[in-house]
């Protein structure tokens, strides 16, 4: 069954660092979103992409953070400056019947922020 | 907001019981899932129920939907230990806007 892809599955990083986390949704889904979910808390809606463009995105996807869809397979989420609040575990999903419809979602990359 | 409240948080059986969690929301929705997650693993979805349907099945899994009280439920019948995971309701509403979680439920089935 085909699966949407993450890596790395953990990332450890200095406050103020660049992070850049890397999705493989699956092939011929055109719908592709992050969420995160802070350890044992509600999974929060980041952003969403349709089109080569951002659809929607939340009031925590600040200037901070930026996503991008450079070959046409992979969909990153790059977080700029890292601060200590953005450690979370980050999920990439992606559907391909259209916006509010089934996801699949990836294992998620946990991101620590020191 | 539209993001679904679960109930309870924590649940706690034995196996072969009957698990039932509820959720409820704010806003008219187009449809209404349930998603299930192992500890430390992406979310599964389980079950999609479109807001003019009122039951769904699937396997050992029923969905309602109660549009006019602004509810769903999820029963899972003779749960099982590997059903031990978190299940979270996700509501989208009509504007084609992306799917909103809830806080979950953390289901626990003891053998």
């Known amino acids: 069954e085909p699966e949407v892809t993450q890596t790395p599955s953990h990332q450890v990083t200095q406050m103020g660092q660049e992070v850049i986390l890397r999705c493989v949704p699956i092939?011929?889904?055109?719908?592709f979103y992050w969420y995160r979910q802070i350890l044992g808390q509600k999974v929060e809606f980041l952003v969403s992409?349709?089109?080569?463009?951002?659809?929607?995105k939340s009031e925590i996807f600040d200037d901070q953070f930026s996503v991008e869809r450079p070959d046409g397979s992979n969909f990153t989420l790059k977080i700029r400056s890292t601060k200590l609040e953005d450690s979370a575990m980050y999920f990439c999903?992606?559907?391909?019947?259209?916006?509010?419809?089934?996801?699949?979602f990836g294992s998620g990359t946990q991101l620590s922020v020191l | 907001s539209q993001q679904g409240e679960e109930d309870p948080q924590a649940l706690s059986i034995q196996e072969g019981e009957n698990a039932t969690m509820n959720c409820s929301y704010k806003?008219?929705?187009?449809?209404l899932q349930w998603y299930r997650q192992n500890s430390g693993r992406g979310l599964v979805h389980l079950i999609l129920?479109?807001?003019?349907?009122r039951e769904k099945h699937s396997g050992r899994l029923r969905v309602t939907l109660d549009t006019s009280k602004k509810s769903s439920s999820l029963l899972i019948t003779a749960s099982r230990a590997a059903d031990t995971a978190s299940y979270f309701c996700?509501?989208?509403?009509?504007?084609?806007?992306?799917?909103?979680f809830g806080k979950g439920t953390r289901l626990s089935v003891i053998a």
């Open positions: 999903a992606s559907s391909g019947e259209g916006a509010g419809e089934k996801l699949f």
């Open positions: 092939s011929n889904h055109l719908y």
């Open positions: 992409f349709y089109n080569n463009e951002i659809s929607e």
């Open positions: 806003t008219s929705i187009n449809n």
């Open positions: 129920i479109r807001s003019n349907e």
């Open positions: 996700a509501t989208a509403n009509s504007g084609n806007t992306p799917l909103v």
